[in-house]
């Protein structure tokens, strides 16, 4: 059985990676492809609860280590219960947010040591890297007033702009080390031109 193809997107807050995920689910399954969709943190149920404690803003103040912590927590249970079993069965991953977000967030936005987050990256995820990322990219604002159009604030969310600077410029770093895999989208643009372009991402692979 051929192994399934693994594809993740990323991006900063509001950047509309919740809206293409069902655009792109679609596209693939229209194109005969069995794909499953899912996000991280999260993804299986003990994933979804470390996913209540990371996002939840009245919890007592989260060390960096122990978010970290969680996150890989999380992705080991992904990896290990639905990322790994689909892939062997010839099935798609379609992923909201994966390890790259780990070295926006933490590794730009906390500012933690990246050597660390490659030695947990490596530790968790062994050789398991995305055939695919697209990256959804646009002005922090632009993202931000989006997200906060639809009310309640998260934990992360509650961020001040500076951090979403620092991730979006980690996301762009990431960009620039591995071309081959991270493909850059603008997404302040309408929403039709963004589809358009993450069909010309994605026609490569279907080949
Ligand atoms: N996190 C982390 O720190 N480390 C990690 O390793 C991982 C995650 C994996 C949860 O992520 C948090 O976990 C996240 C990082 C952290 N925190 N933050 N911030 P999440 O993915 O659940 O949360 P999110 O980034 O906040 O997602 P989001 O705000 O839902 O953004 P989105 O999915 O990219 O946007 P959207 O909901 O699709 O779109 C937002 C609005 O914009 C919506 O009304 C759309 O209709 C509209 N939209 C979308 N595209 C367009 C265009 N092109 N034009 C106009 N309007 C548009």
Not at 31 to 55: F, N, Q, S, W, Y
Not at 123 to 142: H, Y
């Amino acid at each position: 059985m051929t192994r399934g193809k693994f594809i993740t997107l990323e991006g900063g807050e509001g950047v509309g990676k919740t809206t293409n995920l069902s655009f792109i689910s679609s596209y693939l399954q229209n194109h005969g492809i069995d794909v499953i969709v899912t996000r991280e943190p999260g993804g299986t149920r003990l994933a979804e609860k470390i996913r209540e404690l990371l996002l939840d803003s009245n919890n007592e103040s989260i060390s960096e280590s122990a978010e970290l912590l969680l996150m890989f927590a999380a992705r080991a249970q992904h990896i290990k219960h639905v990322i790994e079993p689909a892939l062997s069965q010839g099935k798609w991953v379609l992923c909201d947010r994966f390890t790259d977000a780990t070295y926006a967030y933490q590794g730009g936005g906390r500012n933690m040591n990246i050597n660390t987050i490659e030695w947990l990256e490596n530790l968790i995820q062994g050789t398991l890297r995305p055939d695919l990322t697209l990256l959804l990219d646009a002005p922090v604002e632009v993202g931000i007033e989006r997200a906060r159009d639809r009310g309640q604030l998260d934990r992360f969310e509650s961020e001040k702009i500076d951090f979403f600077e620092r991730v979006r410029q980690a996301y762009l770093r990431q960009a620039e080390l591995y071309p081959e895999r991270i493909k850059l989208i603008k997404a302040d643009q309408p929403l039709s031109d963004v589809q358009n372009k993450l069909i010309d991402m994605l026609r490569p692979l279907i080949r």
